[in-house]
């Protein structure tokens, strides 16, 4: 599929995807929702690819869904079309690891995007919010879940009921963000963190990700016991032997992701 909305580049085994809608702050509509979700599901199918980033421009990560998309949606439209449902979902279906390159305004839909990411990395001049309080609406794909757990009830409240901006330093101050970087140096920081995770074994990578979501999902004493077995069934993978063995040998492991 050739897209407009977005550019796709796989280089030494990472997907980079650009949001390409400058004219617009690459402000989330249909074809745009509709292009990511193709090329990360394509991404999750070519085993070339083993790590993931998503970035915008340096003014903007994402601006938000398209307003002007949603205005004249009625309940109908948007609640039986169930607008970003389909787009959001395959996103989540992503096994393999994705980090949000921000830079700029991370806003609405643009912060519940960055927040579906495995991590988040951000460059001195992001702001992230949940400004759809001033448009008589609320977040729709995440903002009042996934930031109540990130940052805690009363961030998320006050950002959610104010609509005001975070800046850098109080995305990471709260744990919103991963790290803070010049935003010279944004890409190739990211990209380096990219690059180390495709350097070890994609089965570990996979079984961390999911480790590390569950704890979301499920009470801590069940998801200690989910992260005890994964670690023991890791023991089942030539990978673990190598990984163990370059290290008492002094070498570096050759993984083979088997
Ligand atoms: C459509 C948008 C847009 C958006 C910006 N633009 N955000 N178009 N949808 N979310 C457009 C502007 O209309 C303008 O187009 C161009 O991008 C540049 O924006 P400006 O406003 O001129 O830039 P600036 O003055 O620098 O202000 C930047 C900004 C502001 C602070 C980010 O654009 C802004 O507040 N945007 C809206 C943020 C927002 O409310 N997001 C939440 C959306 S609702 P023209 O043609 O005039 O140049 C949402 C719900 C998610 O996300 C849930 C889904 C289910």
């Given at each position: 599929?050739?897209?407009?909305?977005?550019?796709?580049?796989?280089?030494?085994?990472?997907?980079?995807?650009?949001?390409?809608?400058?004219?617009?702050?690459?402000?989330?509509?249909?074809?745009?929702?509709?292009?990511?979700?193709?090329?990360?599901?394509?991404?999750?199918?070519?085993?070339?690819?083993?790590?993931?980033?998503?970035?915008?421009?340096?003014?903007?990560?994402?601006?938000?869904?398209?307003?002007?998309?949603?205005?004249?949606?009625?309940?109908?439209?948007?609640?039986?079309?169930?607008?970003?449902?389909?787009?959001?979902?395959?996103?989540?279906?992503?096994?393999?690891?994705?980090?949000?390159?921000?830079?700029?305004?991370?806003?609405?839909?643009?912060?519940?995007?960055?927040?579906?990411?495995?991590?988040?990395?951000?460059?001195?001049?992001?702001?992230?919010?949940?400004?759809?309080?001033?448009?008589?609406?609320v977040a729709g794909i995440g903002g009042t879940q996934r930031l109540t757990r990130i940052?805690?009830?009363?961030?998320?409240?006050?950002?959610?009921?104010?609509?005001?901006?975070?800046?850098?330093?109080?995305?990471?101050?709260?744990?919103?963000?991963?790290?803070?970087?010049?935003?010279?140096?944004?890409?190739?920081?990211?990209?380096?963190?990219?690059?180390?995770?495709?350097?070890?074994?994609?089965?570990?990578?996979?079984?961390?990700?999911?480790?590390?979501?569950?704890?979301?999902?499920?009470?801590?004493?069940?998801?200690?016991?989910?992260?005890?077995?994964?670690?023991?069934?890791?023991?089942?993978?030539?990978?673990?032997?190598?990984?163990?063995s370059a290290f008492l040998e002094k070498r570096e492991a050759q993984f083979?992701?088997?």
């Open positions: 599929m050739a897209y407009e909305t977005i550019t796709l580049a796989v280089d030494n085994h990472v997907a980079l995807v650009t949001l390409n809608r400058p004219d617009a702050l690459n402000a989330l509509n249909d074809v745009l929702m509709t292009e990511l979700a193709d090329a990360l599901k394509g991404c999750q199918e070519n085993e070339k690819v083993r790590c993931i980033v998503i970035t915008g421009s340096e003014k903007a990560f994402a601006a938000g869904a398209d307003i002007a998309m949603m205005k004249d949606k009625s309940f109908v439209d948007a609640f039986a079309g169930d607008l970003f449902t389909p787009e959001t979902d395959q996103i989540m279906r992503v096994r393999k690891p994705i980090i949000a390159a921000v830079s700029g305004y991370a806003l609405g839909g643009g912060c519940e995007l960055a927040m579906m990411c495995d991590f988040i990395i951000c460059s001195e001049t992001a702001k992230f919010g949940q400004p759809e309080i001033n448009l008589g609406v940052v805690g009830k009363s961030k998320a409240m006050d950002m959610n009921l104010t609509g005001r901006f975070m800046d850098a330093e109080e995305a990471e101050r709260s744990g919103l963000v991963s790290r803070v970087v010049p935003v010279k140096k944004l890409m190739e920081e990211t990209m380096s963190a990219a690059q180390k995770i495709a350097e070890k074994s994609m089965v570990s990578v996979m079984v961390v990700k999911e480790a590390v979501n569950r704890a979301y999902e499920v009470p801590l004493r069940e998801g200690l016991l989910f992260e005890r077995r994964v670690f023991h069934s890791l023991f089942a993978t030539e990978d673990q032997k190598e990984g163990m083979r992701d088997k």
